[in-house]
């Protein structure tokens, strides 16, 4: 069985922080990640793309292992 990567296991954790956040946004229209860095700002847009980066990372991975 192969073990998760550090970078594999960040990337599941920025993906879950992500769903979560869009799960409040969708549930009750409260964007946490704006809450905390500011809306639009600097930090937050960079949250939002290592977030989606994160996505992007853990969909090849996925792909990679249902071909193993």
Do not use: E
């Not at 599941?12 to 905390?36: E, H, M």
């Amino acid at each position: 069985m192969n073990k998760l990567s550090t970078m594999d296991l960040v990337a599941i954790v920025l993906l879950v922080v992500g769903g979560l956040n869009w799960g409040l946004v969708g549930l009750f229209g409260f964007d946490l990640v704006a809450a905390v860095f500011g809306d639009m700002s600097v930090l937050s847009r960079i949250v939002y793309v290592v977030v989606g980066a994160s996505a992007v990372y853990v969909a090849v991975m996925s792909a990679k292992l249902g071909k193993s």
